[in-house]
């Protein structure tokens, strides 16, 4: 039998999504955030991991993000630290990758600090915002203690890392830190998606993603899926209007129960993991390099899917004009322009659903190229 384990990741921050949206991802009495996210999950008997940008720069939001991370970690899932620095140093700067050594150390020892203060315990895992890390994040890991990073996201052009073989799904030992991918597949995208995909129902179909777990699991005994703190929620490209995606609700609890009916699978948080290879390294390192790939006829579904999110997010601007809503910019928390010439990547750049870190700032709903 082929044995797995999967450790499900959630990013959790608010982003620059109306109000605090992005991590309650409330809309009316109805709650479709982190939360709901942490119970789909417990329903099941299923631990998730939850990756907390501890870097905003508001307060009330903050202290917002704190309570909601210790009700996850009263239900048995696992809180971890997840850097944004832009939200407290240099707004300029969306990345770690994009600071110096020594500021990395700097931004990674405050994140503890408040972390601990948050949470009553240190974080031992790490995982960089927009997949920017670089190679000195390892140096700065090794130099605050975090052993465990999770930010090398193959093929991902954010991610300054090159691991030794090229991509792989395969947890190595880099730079003296326990690196634990996130999980990617390949299917050529015809210009229409980014061809590396993260092992998630957030942007993919519940079929493609059975498809690539079924042909991972007999060479790869770990699986990492990636999920954000609003992955089941929509929005108009205004972000004055958010709805919940009811499809992504399904088919992220079809996902988890399916970890928890598989007979041959069981689920780990980072903090499990981490004590797994303390006590036997063999276990966790083990597995085979590359990354599967999935067929383009996968791509129908989701361009179907984007077709739909289309036309709802075509009647929510109407909506908008008549209701004359305007967007939420009152504090100032407003996203971060993107950069031109500089080459500095933005905070929040045009990303697609399931392939990177923030999603559809631009197209006329989430998920548009
Ligand atoms: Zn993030």
Redesign the pocket.
Known sequence: MARVEHLITI?T?F?SHLRDLGVTGRIGQEECGALKLAQICRAERVKATF?V?VYGPHAARNELLREIGLRIQDQGHDVEL?T?PDGRYDRQRGTMAHYSLSEQVEILQEGKAIFAKWFGCEPIAH?A??WGANRDVFSALRATNIPVDSSVFAGWPTCRVDIPGGPTNRPTLYEGILEIPPTVFYRRGFGLAYPYRLLSTDGQSMREVMDVIQRLKPRLPLLVSVF?SFSLLEWNARRTRYWVARHEVRKFEQFVQAIARDDEATSLTMREIYEQYRRDPASVLGGSDGVPHSSAVYLIPRALERARSAVRGALVRSLDSHHGLRPWTRSGFRPIPRPTASGVSPRNPERERGAG??KGTTGSVRGAP
């Open positions: 990013d921050e982003s990756f940008d997840h944004h995982r915002g927009d954000h870190e923030e």
